[in-house]
């Protein structure tokens, strides 16, 4: 059986940890100046594990193998989120990289552009698969200073190169090994999750508009406040939504705002920012469903409500054998100390599984902690989950 | 009966409105170039009215009368509220001046600095009634820009000026005419109302405290979301309160703010800014210790939510003696059209109210608007309700 070098492992982690060192995490923005030293470093680390590197007109980067026959993909994502956390990304595609050593042969290793969205969704994955029109490219900033991708990209020194699609037969198939970013593992004493589907989510923005009043002077009964009625459509949805959902739906309102915010002025317009997960497509129908019943009653008041919808991803259901192959390595590896779940978070592989198989492996994340520098996962959980990995990809391209 | 010229009156509003007009309204921050432009232009006009004329050390400007005997003292405000109404305050203002014209004698002007609150809490009324101390001068910034009330005093050359404060004796009380700022006049085809009380006010940052996380990896059962638990309390409050409050009762959530306020993550703290008022101590009192009850319920979900408390005015009756006059006058000039109410906002009149007999007089406000620059009121309101004053006014000094 091929073992892992948990040396060499450990050490490829903690070299890229320090390309944008933010006290125990990291702040790699996609195209910044470190995120693209990551993935120059990377480029050298996949030449010397003996794969053909490059990266593409996206920022992809890319490892290929030389060996004849179908390949397995591997791989994850190299930027962060803000001062976030370590692994995020980085661990999948050092799992690929480490995978590709041991295995001499068969594997192609991507680490995707973008996937923490600073300058759209999934634009990496997405691109290699084909769905991403040089207009999007063209149309796309980056999230907090507004620079244009186009002229990021031409600042690493990208502008011209092609942006490299899926060669159809190549691949058997799409395996991506991350954190697992909540606490199901660590809470279940659990050091591997196969992951049995993700998420599909519903994003909307709602708009409440009333009349902006005198806080002292406007009766209550002649008030038409945007902030009570977001409020309480905020409230029905806390009320409604239970009973349509499955024990691990989620929704989230991330933001409020009431304008013009001021304590002695009655909120004449307001909005909320609202999301819901879940991976049953009939769950999301009726909590699309329940949610225009609500808006149609918060209608009836004295405000006009209206949702927006602002995005919308299906589920990805990841293939049985992929799933297959995880848990018989598990069960050797971690007996009795592995469980199938579902993905909350939305990665990659959800992407990828639209034009081929994919699959992919969680390792516990320490106090269910993510999108934070204090993110954290035990070296031995990081060697295990990597050889479980590894014995994973040899069983699918055997 | 002494009769005003209306066409001075007019125009003496309309030259007040070009400096700093913005749209059909204005915007005269407190001692912006706009606002040290329109006390000195007041200066003038008293002069002219044969006041003795002054502005003191906190920019509050006076005219006083050198008749002898007990005088009366009318005025309100000149500064706006951003981009706001040409009427509010000035109005008052002008009336003092025409008063004291058409009377001739035995009638003081006052244009009280910063009722609007850019420095602080009713600055010039409350130094007048000798409830200011230069350490809340020294400490006192302008909302907006940072600017120090000293640096601003000294700018407008007014450092080291005294600041006056009321002579005892020398006054029968108070009297100050202002749109209503409200529709109730409107409403009821009335043209005069005659303030019995100036409402009290409690105010309140409500602070909630929970866990923030991943909005698609923490399931709802584990979460500890600020957001929910400030939306719920917020709609305890819509529920709870009307059964404590009288008809005029009014509480508003002015803003609130979700942390981080990203869309897929759960906030893990959140704020809203809080507010009620009402004319009755015992209904303020009932609803304070409601809002007590209701944050204690809060507090036995999973987020820690702690009210703190920004301010409190007391609520100020109106002297019975000046509505009566008001009232007497409005018979006169406009019977079967005028009404008792409250006043929802505050003024100067409740500061003044703490040392002398004080009085308000409203006209109506089209539409209810109000600091907003489309405020309005019709120059036939404007003219009857100095009329309606200035006998209201005569019959006081008398």
């Excluded at 081929?356 to 990081?382: K, Q």
Aim: hydrophobic content about 45%.
């Amino acid at each position: 059986m091929p073992q892992i070098d948990s040396g060499r492992l450990l050490k490829d982690l903690y070299e890229l940890r320090a390309i944008g060192a933010y006290r125990t995490g990291v702040h790699r923005p996609a195209l910044s100046p470190e995120d693209i030293q990551s993935r120059r470093w990377l480029v050298e680390k996949m030449s010397a594990a003996g794969l053909r590197a490059e990266i593409d007109g996206i920022a992809n980067v890319f490892g290929w193998s030389a060996a004849p026959g179908r390949k397995l993909l591997l791989g994850s994502h190299l930027e962060t989120q803000p001062h976030s956390g370590w692994l995020d990304g980085a661990m999948g595609v050092i799992y690929g990289l480490e995978t590709a050593r041991v295995l001499g042969g068969g594997i192609d290793v991507a680490a995707w552009f973008d996937e923490e969205g600073w300058f759209g969704s999934f634009l990496g994955s997405r691109s290699f698969c084909g769905q991403v029109a040089d207009a999007e490219i063209g149309a796309a900033r980056r999230r907090g200073d507004g620079v244009p991708l186009t002229e990021a990209l031409a600042a690493a020194g990208l502008a011209g190169r092609p942006r490299v699609q899926a060669e159809p037969g190549r691949h058997i198939g799409f395996l991506e090994a991350h954190i697992e970013q909540g606490a199901e593992l660590e809470l279940a004493g659990d050091r591997i999750g196969i992951v049995t589907a993700i998420v599909g989510s519903r994003r909307f923005r709602i708009v409440f508009e009333g009349a902006q009043n005198h806080a002292g002077t406007t009766r209550m009964a002649r008030r038409k406040d945007a902030g009570v009625a977001l409020t309480r459509l905020a409230g029905a949805i806390e009320d409604r939504f239970p009973s349509i959902a499955h024990e691990r739906t989620v929704w989230t309102t991330g933001s409020i705002s009431l304008d013009p915010g001021s304590p002695s002025i009655v909120p004449g317009r307001a909005e909320m920012v609202f999301q819901f997960r879940d991976t049953e497509p009939a769950i999301l129908e009726a909590l699309d469903a329940e949610l225009a019943t609500l808006i149609a009653a918060a209608n009836l008041g004295p405000c006009a409500v209206t949702a927006i919808r602002t995005g919308t991803t299906a589920p990805a259901a990841m293939d049985p054998g992929f799933q297959a192959a995880i848990a018989a390595s598990a069960a050797r590896h971690a007996p009795g100390k592995f469980q199938h779940m579902p993905s909350g978070a939305g990665h990659d592989a959800q992407i990828l599984s639209g034009i081929m198989s994919a699959g992919m492996m969680f390792v516990p994340s320490i106090g269910g902690i993510s999108h934070h520098y204090s993110e954290d996962t035990s070296d031995g959980d990081l060697v295990l989950g990597c050889q479980v990995f590894v014995d994973a990809a040899a069983a699918l391209l055997s």
